[in-house]
């Protein structure tokens, strides 16, 4: 079992920075890969980008491509989403969640909201 906690959403302008953090609980963090999904009103909830168990593989979404870094940290269980250059289109609410290796993403945060203005 593991419970997800999201900070760092906010208000910024376009081209502006924000850095996502999630924090997990559970003594098997580095056993789950982890990932970051986003679901702006009205449609479907995306995933953004997501990150393997040992942290030597990453993948994005193409849309964040080039802007935005996933990481994590073991020794604090916890995962992050750098995202830079953003934009209005990148307004949501952002959740990470974990899986193991070949099973559903069946653990959630609450989410934080992200908005960027134009």
């Known amino acids: 079992q593991v419970h997800l906690v999201e900070s760092g959403g906010g208000l910024v302008q376009a081209g502006g920075s924000l850095r996502l953090s999630c924090v997990a609980s559970?003594?098997?963090?580095?056993?789950?890969?982890m990932g970051w999904f986003r679901q702006a009103p009205g449609k479907e909830r995306d995933l953004v980008a997501a990150?393997?168990?040992?942290?030597?593989?990453?993948s994005y979404a193409d849309s964040v491509k080039g802007r935005f870094t996933i990481s994590r940290d073991d020794a604090k269980n916890t995962v992050y989403l750098q995202m830079n250059s953003l934009k209005p289109e990148d307004t949501a609410v952002y959740h990470c969640?974990?899986?193991?290796?070949?099973?559903?993403?069946?653990?959630w945060g609450q989410g934080t909201q992200v908005t960027v203005s134009s």
């Open positions: 990150i393997s168990w040992r942290g030597d593989s990453t």
């Open positions: 559970g003594r098997t963090f580095s056993s789950y890969l």
């Open positions: 969640a974990a899986r193991m290796s070949g099973g559903n993403w069946n653990f």
